[in-house]
C-alpha cells in the first residue's frame, strides 16, 4: 500500500468518523425550543460541511460544482426560487420584525440542511462506503436515552409537567420522532437479518426503543411503522419474512406490556392508544386537535393561496390553533410555500420515492436501500399527522437517509476519479 492511499483512507476514515458522531450527538441537542434545536442541528451538520471540505478543498469544490450544474437538480432550483420568492414577498408586505427575523434565519438553516445533504452524498458516493451503517448508530443512543428515562422513573425523580418539558426533550413528542427511527431500524435488520442468531442485538434494541416510544404514547409513531412495515413486500418476497415479522410482532407486543407496567402518567401505555374508545371523547380530541389544526392552517393558506405565509408562516396566522406548526407536512408546505412552492416540493419527493420502488426491483440495490428508505417513509409518513418536516432533529434524518439512498442509486466514485485525473 503506497503511503498516498494510506493517507486518503485515513482521511475518509475522520470524515466518516465525523459523520457518525455527528449522527449521534444530535439525538442529545434538543433545546428549549424548536428554533433552539434547530440552531445545533445545523451547528453540528456545518461541522461536517467543514470537515468534508477542508479535507481537501480542491477536490471537494470540484465535485460541488459539478453537482449544481447537474440537470438533475433543475426542479430542486425551481423549487428554491419559490421559496426564495414566498420569503422576499415578507419584505414587500412589511410583515413584523419577528416573523422577518424567524422566517430568515429558517430560510438560511434549510439552505444549510441542503447542503448537508449534497456535501453527504457527495462524500459517500464518491469513495466505496456502506453510508447505511452510520444509520446503526441511532438505535444505541436512543437505546441510552430510554436507560436515562428508566433510571429517572425508578428514581421518583420527575414531574407531573413531563410531558412539555420532558428530560433532554423540550417534548416528548420530539423523542417520538427519533425512537421512530431507532425502531424502524432494528426492524429492518431483524427482518434481513432472517436467523435468530444473527439478529439477537436488534431483539434487544428493539424491544427497549419500542417500549420508550409505547411509554411515550407515540400513537401517530406506531402507525408510522405499521405502514413503513407494508412497503417490506416491495424488497422481499413476503413468504420468506414472515418468521421474522412474527419475532418483530412478538417483541412489539412484549414491549407494549412492559410500557404499560412503567405507565405513571395518563398519557402513558395503552391509556393513549385506547382512549379512543371512550365514548365522551371526540376525534378531534383523541388527535390532540388535529383537525382544528388543519382547519385554521387551511383557512390560513386560503388568504395567501399562491406563495403563501414564507417560511414558519402558520406561527403568525391569525386562524392557529395552537402550537408551531401545522401537524401535517402538505398543509405545512402549502402554508409556507403556497401553491406552487408546494407543488414543486412534493414534485420532488415524488419523485424520490419513485426512485426507491424502481430500484428497490434490483437484486443489487435493493437490500441496500432498505434501511435508509425506511428511515425516510417512515418519517414521512409520521409527518401526515405531525411535524417531522418541520423540527430540525427529524429533518437530520430525512436529509442522511436520503444521502445514504442516493449514495447507493447514483455512486459516483468512478464517474469523480476520472474527471479528477482528465483535468
Not at 413584523?96 to 424567524?102: A, K, N, Q
Not at 441510552?144 to 417534548?171: A, D
Not at 420508550?212 to 402507525?223: A, D, H
Request: hydrophobic letters at 55%.
Amino acid at each position: 500500500m503506497t503511503l498516498a492511499r494510506f493517507l486518503r483512507f485515513d482521511q475518509n476514515k475522520t470524515i466518516f468518523t465525523t459523520l457518525l458522531s455527528v449522527t449521534f450527538a444530535i439525538l442529545f441537542v434538543d433545546g428549549i425550543n424548536a428554533f433552539e434545536t434547530t440552531h445545533w442541528v445545523a451547528f453540528f451538520e456545518a461541522i461536517f460541511i467543514a470537515v468534508w471540505i477542508l479535507s481537501n478543498v480542491k477536490e471537494s469544490l470540484y465535485r460541488i460544482k459539478k453537482i449544481f450544474y447537474s440537470s438533475k437538480l433543475k426542479l430542486i432550483w425551481l423549487w428554491l426560487l419559490a421559496v426564495t420568492v414566498s420569503c422576499v414577498q415578507l419584505q414587500i408586505q412589511f410583515a413584523s420584525t419577528e416573523h422577518l427575523t424567524i422566517a430568515n434565519t429558517r430560510y438560511f438553516y434549510l439552505l444549510v440542511h441542503l447542503f448537508f445533504l449534497v456535501s453527504a452524498y457527495l462524500f459517500l458516493s464518491s469513495e466505496k462506503l456502506e453510508g447505511d451503517k452510520i444509520l446503526m448508530i441511532i438505535p444505541w443512543g436512543m437505546l441510552l436515552i430510554s436507560f436515562f428515562y428508566l433510571i429517572i422513573i425508578s428514581s421518583g425523580i420527575h414531574s407531573k409537567s413531563i410531558f412539555g418539558n420532558p428530560p433532554l426533550f423540550s417534548h416528548i413528542r420530539y423523542a417520538g420522532y427519533l425512537a421512530t427511527v431507532a425502531c424502524v431500524i432494528s426492524i429492518v435488520r431483524i427482518v434481513k437479518g432472517m436467523a435468530l442468531t444473527d439478529v439477537k442485538i436488534d431483539v434487544f434494541l428493539l424491544m427497549i426503543n419500542f417500549t420508550f416510544l409505547c411509554w411515550l404514547g407515540g400513537r401517530g409513531s406506531v402507525l408510522a411503522i405499521i405502514l413503513t412495515m407494508m412497503l417490506l413486500p416491495l424488497f422481499f418476497n413476503i413468504k420468506t419474512i414472515l418468521k421474522p415479522l412474527l419475532l418483530v410482532f412478538t417483541v412489539c407486543i412484549f414491549s407494549l406490556m412492559l410500557a404499560e407496567y412503567l405507565s405513571i402518567f395518563r398519557w402513558n401505555g395503552l391509556g393513549r392508544f385506547l382512549s379512543i374508545f371512550s365514548s365522551d371523547i371526540s376525534i378531534d380530541e383523541y388527535s390532540s386537535s388535529r383537525i382544528s389544526i388543519w382547519i385554521g392552517a387551511i383557512k390560513g393558506f386560503i388568504n395567501q393561496p399562491v406563495l403563501g405565509l414564507g417560511p414558519d408562516g402558520y406561527k403568525f396566522m391569525t386562524e392557529r390553533v395552537w402550537g408551531m406548526q401545522p401537524h401535517n407536512v402538505i398543509i405545512q408546505f402549502l402554508v409556507e410555500w403556497g401553491v406552487v412552492g408546494a407543488s414543486l416540493i412534493l414534485a420532488i419527493i415524488y419523485k424520490f420515492i419513485a426512485l426507491i420502488v424502481k430500484h428497490s426491483l434490483s437484486s443489487k440495490q435493493g437490500l441496500k436501500l432498505l434501511l435508509p428508505s425506511a428511515v425516510f417513509f417512515s418519517l414521512t409518513f409520521h409527518g401526515l399527522t405531525d411535524g417531522t418536516y418541520y423540527h430540525a432533529q427529524p429533518v437530520f434524518m430525512i436529509m442522511l437517509s436520503v444521502a445514504i439512498a442516493l449514495s447507493i442509486i447514483y455512486p459516483r466514485y468512478n464517474v469523480i476519479q476520472t474527471s479528477l485525473k482528465n483535468r
